[in-house]
T-cell receptor, first 114, second 117 residues
Framework: AQSVTQLDSHVSVSEGTPVLLRCNYS??????LFWYVQHPNKGLQLLLK??????LVKGINGFEAEFKKSETSFHLTKPSAHMSDAAEYFC????????????FGKGTKLSVIP | GAVVSQHPSWVICKSGTSVKIECRSL??????MFWYRQFPKQSLMLMAT?????????EQGVEKDKFLINHASLTLSTLTVTSAHPEDSSFYIC?????????????FGPGTRLTVL
């Protein structure tokens, strides 16, 4: 079985400061991990994904995440927040590259203060 | 590439009526499509997985007679909410996996907001 825990339901940062959204996972197999962003009343957009290649994954809009197997973590970071980053972020796990079953975290709402 | 559309983007209907939501993969073929439901300020919950040409697989607790899924082609899946009631009001999101690849990435549609009066 697989599960995802997003450690913060809400994160607030000032514009121009770093962003850290935390995610821990559990999986019986080598997982695939994703971060998706959802703006209000919109669908989900893929920010980045880890599928057993490089542990530091770079995504769109300056986001990146590091897969740490020993800590079962996949935290999302960005050096400098922009107002347009304000949205809901979901950490998602899938058990192995061949599995289509996605398990979503509960989401972290990111607020960016001007 | 890998664009998924949904139609309609929002719908309001009276209690007891049925509503059909379409999910299309615009520039790729999708053997497998997924339907999710999202309540306000909550995460996505998988409702069912549909494979082209076969019956959908529903998650536990999802009424298959109420949420009819049809995946008649490699680019189209439909979700019909039958005899809708106010508790069915929600944000419905579909996703699709690209055929012929080993990746399990899903491409998500923009969602359909259903409000049942």
């Amino acid at each position: 079985a697989q599960s995802v825990t997003q450690l913060d339901s809400h994160v607030s940062v000032s514009e121009g400061t770093p962003v850290l959204l935390r995610c821990n996972y559990s999986s019986s197999y080598s997982p695939s991990l994703f971060w998706y962003v959802q703006h209000p009343n919109k669908g989900l957009q893929l920010l980045l994904k880890y599928t057993s290649a490089a542990t530091l994954v770079k995504g769109i809009n300056g986001f990146e995440a590091e897969f740490k197997k020993s800590e079962t973590s996949f935290h999302l970071t960005k050096p400098s927040a922009h107002m347009s980053d304000a949205a809901e972020y979901f950490c998602v796990v899938s058990e192995g590259a061949g599995s289509y079953q996605l398990t979503f975290g509960k989401g972290t709402k990111l607020s960016v203060i001007p | 590439g890998a664009v998924v559309s949904q139609h309609p983007s929002w719908v309001i209907c009276k209690s007891g009526t049925s509503v059909k939501i379409e999910c299309r993969s615009l520039d790729f073929q999708a053997t497998t499509m997924f339907w999710y439901r999202q309540f306000p300020k909550q995460s996505l919950m998988l409702m069912a997985t549909s494979n082209e040409g076969s019956k959908a697989t529903y998650e536990q607790g999802v009424e298959k007679d109420k949420f009819l899924i049809n995946h008649a082609s490699l680019t189209l899946s439909t979700l019909t909410v039958t005899s809708a009631h106010p508790e069915d009001s929600s944000f419905y999101i579909c996703s699709a996996s690209r055929s012929g690849t080993s990746t399990n990435e899903q491409f998500f549609g923009p969602g359909t907001r259903l409000t049942v009066l």
